[in-house]
């Protein structure tokens, strides 16, 4: 299929009419941004080489379609053409059509499998439907593009289908090109007609021919087919357009989540019966069931007046949200004393700021559209592209936005349509929250005084809810089912985060059994505080070093000041997330410095930049990816920037030649990418040699990698030689291995990381390891769970780094193991169907002493 670049003086600019055009064709299309000069921060003007690197991006044997805005793009756009071999200048057109239109509808020509002339043709008619709506004379452009005359007659029978349009605005461009993707699906002939105007018929293959029919809302379009698959594209477009031409309702109540359970008519669980989910947060929690309810949101749809005055109303709501945003981080941070955790909120604090957000709730404000309409509509727009991307992890990123399209509007409406987002929910008293799902924001807000457990029909233990839910010492059980969702209000619980269960109504008994546990863990817990800053010793004298995550310079001191025995994991985007710049050498390695300071010798691990397509940098540009999860992060990136990666592996050198730091490279899967970075490492070292810059000695600082790819696991007996230490990343690794999203609620339960098949893959590094006399660490959420520390100990594991609130409890859960009985253990649960049963095998070996 062809591909397209667009050229422009604004990198803004450019970017956005990618977006826009992927949003019209999908991701399938190579489309490619080549705006502004190949500079630091994007200066305006043109740059050949950058267009050159466009082009080979887009590249496909099917050629390449380059749009240019006006005076020096079109120079540098030939000069660009210029510098490619012959074979390929043939296939490359420079065309004249408008930016924006013309894009878009190149895009969905493009989507269609036209070729390069015809995606052209549709370039040049971009205005067609513009022109056609405002009746400015003659909108079908040079190319006469969108006309019925062209096409090819077909062969049989024409059918016909009438259909009336009810979207508000019509066949616009979203729906428009949703009608031209469905047709293009289906081996056919068809045409389109507007009979109320009237007008065409138009090809339905061409986005400037169904946008030149000016269809409205209430319109009749006449469709006829022909050919082998007439029937079922009529069928097809019948079905779309009961489906709304999948446009967003305007005018109804708008609920406050993405998708609720459906317990209508559901028995509630008899008094006595035990609920069994999946452990999200250990302890044991007794009270009532607190439903958390949704807040419905009727959102205006009146016109306002003054534009400029809701512009100002929506600017100061965005900025509150903002404001309550990075305070729910701090505090979350204070409470938890993890900035990493707290870092959850990034993602929502990038949303407020999205120009791909607050330009279309702009743009309706200008319009004559009310503060809230517009941004209900235009975070509408954004969540449902969300939805209709292929990737599972980006399509959940649709109740992110959903998140803050709530608070934004509770902002606007008033504390009325906030409901339980923006502040936590209403209870009567203190209880145990029952709900279908939480966001990071809903339990961000939990205050536990007052929730004093968790119970929620869906979600899994990697869950960004869970993980808070930890932090914030909260018991939690998830993965219920919707059945807990019919337990009646003001019911006596008994959760138990450990096991994983919720008992109804239970007696006396079972109640002052509870409570002494409870006691006992508390006692334990207090214990475990007292000598988290004596080493973790088994019961047979081996020590093992139980470290700690951080994600800031304050999560280190805190790190030290919980007992932790060093950092067995520094999350270094922080540096780069905070930054509106590329952090320069000298600022990493002063910060790198600084922290290696504060741990006064303990170890440090400091792992390279992982990002990815969902966690975007603004100053590292990069094409969208349909699964950021599979695509270039970690390592990837790295080398294919490796101006970047020298740069902090540089840093790190410095610091080490001073402090005991050891370097860790992420998302690595097979030897090359290993080669590559210890080769990088070298590049670096020799280059501070010459410029005089002390480094470590020859050895001295140790090089490992994480595993979290199965690939790296199940060839840890070649990788292991090469480096001097594995650290395995249990989250990523568990959805990689079980094939199930963490944040994918519907899968969420599979993504257990004591299922035998992740603990056959780490058992299995673990032997390469101590096979090559290497060492091997745990730096997942994993490790931070009592239950499976005597089996990462029996496995070979012989570091653990964990969360901060963690550090007391796994040295108490190392000090209570013995090696020779774990090993057992282990082996034993490598042969069990199920986390669940992993689970229970340690307990009843925990219960027997």
Known sequence: MVGIVIVSHSAKLADGVVELARQMAGPDVAIVAAGGMDQPDRPLGTDAALI??????????????????????????????????????????????????GAVAAAVAARLGEPLARVADEARGGLAGKAAHLGAGDHRG?????????????????????????????LHARPAARFVQTVGEFDATVTAENLTVPAGPASARSLNGVATLGVRQGHEVLVRASGPQAAQVLAALREL?????????????????????????????????????????????????????????????????????????????????????????????????????????DAHLLFLSDEALLDPAGRLIAEGRNAADAWDSAVTDAAHAFEQLADPYQRERAKDLDSIRVQVLGELLGAAASGAEAAGPELAGPGIVVADELTPAQTAGFDPEVVLGIATA?????????????????????????????????????????????QLAPDEAELTAARHARRASQQAADRAGELA???????????????????????????????ADGIGLLRTEFLFLSAERMPSEEEQAAVYAEIAGILAGRPLI???????????????????????????????????????????????????????????????????????????????????????????DEGAMQTGIMIEVPAAAVTAAI?????????????????????????????????????PAVLALIGRAASAAVGAGRWIGVCGELGADPVAVPLLLGLGV????????????????????DLAKAAELARQALDLPSAQAVRDLVRDAASLG
Not at 61 to 75: F, T, W
Not at 286 to 307: F, K, N, S, T
Not at 540 to 555: I, K, L, Y
């Open 241 to 345: 357009a009961g489906r709304n031409f999948d446009e967003p309702a305007v005018g109804a109540a708008v609920p406050a989540t993405v998708a609720t359970a459906d317990v209508a008519g559901a028995t509630p669980p008899e008094a006595g019966s035990v609920l069994h989910g999946i452990p999200g947060s250990g302890g044991i929690a007794i009270g009532e069931a607190r439903h958390l309810r949704e807040a419905v949101i009727v959102v205006p749809r009146d016109l306002a007046a003054d534009p400029a005055a809701e512009q100002a109303r929506l600017d100061a709501a965005v900025e509150a949200v903002r404001r309550q945003t990075r305070a729910a981080r701090d505090s979350v941070a204070g409470r938890t004393g993890s900035g990493y955790d707290a870092g959850i909120f």
């Open 606 to 696: 400091v792992r390279t930049l992982d990002v990815g397509a969902d966690k975007p940098l603004p100053y590292l540009p990069r094409e969208d990816e349909p699964n950021p999860q599979l695509g270039r992060r970690g390592i990837r990136l790295g080398l294919a920037r490796p101006d970047v990666l020298l740069a902090q592996v540089r840093a790190v050198l410095r610091v080490a030649a001073a402090h005991p730091v050891r370097l860790m490279f992420p998302m690595v899967a097979t030897r090359a990418e290993v080669h590559a970075a210890v080769e990088v490492v070298a590049d670096a070292r020799r280059s501070l040699a010459s410029e005089g810059v002390p480094v470590p």
């Open 458 to 502: 869906y979600g899994g233990p990697t869950s960004h809810a869970a993980i808070l839910a930890r932090a914030l010492r909260i018991p939690a059980v998830l993965g219920l089912g919707p059945g807990v969702l019919a337990i009646p209000d003001s019911t006596l619980l008994l959760l138990d985060g450990d096991s994983g269960s919720v």
């Open 719 to 755: 990788l292991a030689p090469e480096v001097d230490f594995f650290s395995v990343g249990t989250n990523d690794l568990t959805q990689y291995t079980m094939a199930a999203d963490r944040e994918l609620s519907s899968v969420a339960a599979l993504g257990d990381a004591l299922h």
């Open 533 to 563: 800053s004596e080493p973790a010793v088994t019961l047979d004298g081996t020590t093992v070093e139980v470290a700690a995550n951080a994600g800031s310079v304050a999560d280190v001191r805190r790190a030290v000041a919980a007992g």
């Open 142 to 170: 040079a190319a006469d593009v969108g006309t019925a005359e062209p096409m090819p007659a077909a062969e049989g029978e024409t059918l016909q289908e009438r259909i009336t349009v009810t979207n508000p605005l019509g």
């Open 798 to 817: 012989r570091e653990l780094s964990v969360s901060t609130p963690a550090v007391g409890a796994v040295k108490e859960a190392v000090r209570a193991t």
């Open 52 to 101: 050159l690197q466009a082009i080979e991006q887009a590249w496909t044997q099917d050629g390449v379609l380059v749009l240019m805005d006006l005076g020096s793009a079109v120079l540098s756009a030939e000069m660009a053409v210029e510098l490619l071999p012959d074979e390929q200048q043939a296939r490359v057109l420079l065309c004249e059509a408008p930016v924006v239109e």
